[in-house]
């Protein structure tokens, strides 16, 4: 068990091998994916339909619209302040329940059962809540963590093969931040973890344990957190301009490499470093069609509304030549439109 420190409250994070039928019974409300309540059934047969609340999960749940629509679910079935929630899949489902449980009278506990590897290996700890709004992504939202979260790997046995790329995308994005190994090392160990012997754990667990170090330091974004969000800044407007069809953590996949030709503009590292940075993540894996939708006139807009800009020109979490990130100010967004052709040129897909 990992005990994350927080000016808000403490709380926990549990490994288990799987989750007994039993494991829910003591939730009033269990917010789930429904493809994850399609394909464990054997682990919701105790639970009566009625504590059920099943999303089909996309993009337009993570919305006031849709948290509306929950809320007055809560309202119906009578839920207290001393009711308590259970959120079951990956990061929309748990941006959706952490924002209506911080909200619902002030606040309900809640605990989050994450069921992707993006969930498992990042989100799931740091006590974001992120909702967007019209066209802008994760602009809204509050710091309330769960009490418990309860991982259970099993569940990443279903995932499609793109789902949990992203999210080892992710755990190798964490990893790049503390630069403990160089980014050819950081990709061959990512890539040789495995389910069946447990080296998947391992990887997850000490990845949190990562994060947990940087969030303890810094809950609130105002400093070194600020380095994990690299390669979002590129891969949120990457998300946006493919309507989704890339996944997130996909998208942020390509930012780190498109982040380390910024860092070449700037003159922060060589051209030679930026196109091995690059190769790295592309030796990772190879994201299908992101080029076609690195276009400036949609990637540049988008950059220009990221909540973490906070000067004239864009921001960007930018590589270092000896490890490690740095979020950069104020770049000139011709300079981000160079960087973006010349990583479309060399990497082509």
């Known amino acids: 068990m990992i005990q994350i420190h927080s000016r808000l409250k403490d709380y926990f994070i549990d490994f288990k091998d799987s989750l007994s039928e039993d494991c829910f019974d003591h939730y009033d409300l269990i917010i789930v994916d429904s493809n994850v ?7 919701f047969n105790n639970q009566p339909k009625s504590k059920l ?3 089909e999960v996309d993009e337009s749940k993570k919305t006031l619209d849709y ?9 119906e079935t009578g839920l207290n302040k001393r009711s308590k929630l259970a959120a079951v899949g990956g990061g929309v489902i748990q941006d959706l329940a952490g924002f209506v449980s911080n909200i619902y009278f002030r606040g309900i506990n809640w605990d989050y059962f994450p069921t992707t590897l993006l969930a498992m290996g990042d989100s799931c700890i740091g006590g974001k809540t992120s909702i967007n709004f019209n066209a802008h992504k994760n602009i809204l939202g509050t710091f309330y963590p769960p009490e418990n979260i309860i991982a259970a790997p099993n569940f990443l046995s279903t995932l499609p093969i793109d789902d949990f ?11 790049l931040v503390e630069a403990e190994y160089t980014p050819k090392e950081i990709v061959r160990k990512s890539l040789s973890a495995k389910l069946e012997d447990g080296s998947l754990g391992e990887l997850i667990r000490n990845t949190l344990l990562i994060k947990k170090t940087i969030i303890e330091e810094d809950e609130f974004d105002t400093g070194k957190r600020n380095q994990l969000n690299f390669g979002h800044c590129i891969g949120h407007a990457l998300e946006n301009a493919s309507e989704f069809a890339i996944p997130h953590g996909l998208a942020v996949l390509v930012g780190m490499g498109a982040s380390g030709y910024v860092s070449a503009e700037l003159g922060i590292v060589s051209e030679e470093f930026a ?4 190769a790295d993540m592309d030796n990772f894996y190879v994201v299908k069609n992101a080029n076609d939708y690195l276009d400036p006139e949609k990637i540049i807009p988008v950059m220009l509304k990221d909540k973490k800009r906070i000067m004239d020109g864009l921001s960007v979490v930018c590589p270092l030549p000896d490890g490690g990130v740095k979020l950069i100010h104020d770049i000139n967004p011709e300079l981000v439109i160079s960087a973006l052709d010349n990583f479309k040129r060399r990497f082509s897909n």
């Not at 309540?37 to 682990?43: C, E, M, Q, V, Y």
């Not at 196109?275 to 690059?278: I, L, S």
């Open 37 to 43: 309540l399609n394909l464990h059934k054997d682990t």
């Open 53 to 55: 609340f099943e999303v």
């Open 67 to 75: 948290a509306a629509i929950v809320l007055t679910h809560m309202v």
């Open 165 to 175: 790329m992203s999210g080892l995308s992710e755990v190798v994005k964490i990893n």
């Open 275 to 278: 196109h091995q940075y690059a």
